[in-house]
């Protein structure tokens, strides 16, 4: 007897958040953005957003996350200020955000 195959539908929900931030990193560079993230963060202050980009008179503070992944206080403190300085973009990204962010940093 011979078992017929079922199909399984699979939800790839899930995305690491390193592989995120490479995807980003990619774009933005394609895109002509400079960019800086903390290699190793364990000893620097808590809370300060994963990338920083730069591109002509434009400064990006983004904090990213996995799908599930939950925004720390402090993280949410360093958001919060950095959102009060003048022509400085600040944004929490996850990747639902994908469209936005190509827009933002075409």
């Given at each position: 007897?011979?078992?017929?195959?079922?199909?399984?539908?699979?939800?790839?929900?899930?995305?690491?958040?390193?592989?995120?931030?490479?995807?980003?990193?990619?774009?933005?560079?394609?895109?002509?953005?400079?960019?800086?993230?903390?290699?190793?963060s364990r000893r620097s202050n808590a809370g300060f957003p994963d990338l920083t980009l730069?591109?002509?008179?434009?400064?990006?503070?983004?904090e990213l996350k996995s799908p599930r992944g939950k925004v720390r206080p402090a993280q949410?403190?360093?958001?919060?200020?950095?959102?009060?300085?003048?022509?400085?973009?600040?944004?929490?990204?996850?990747?639902?955000?994908?469209?936005?962010?190509?827009?933002?940093?075409?």
């Amino acid at each position: 007897m011979v078992a017929k195959a079922r199909k399984r539908q699979r939800s790839w929900k899930y995305v690491y958040e390193k592989d995120f931030q490479r995807a980003i990193e990619e774009y933005a560079q394609l895109c002509g953005w400079a960019f800086y993230h903390t290699y190793d963060s364990r000893r620097s202050n808590a809370g300060f957003p994963d990338l920083t980009l730069v591109r002509g008179n434009r400064l990006i503070f983004a904090e990213l996350k996995s799908p599930r992944g939950k925004v720390r206080p402090a993280q949410v403190e360093w958001l919060a200020r950095l959102d009060q300085v003048p022509a400085v973009e600040v944004y929490l990204w996850r990747p639902s955000d994908w469209p936005d962010i190509e827009k933002l940093l075409r």
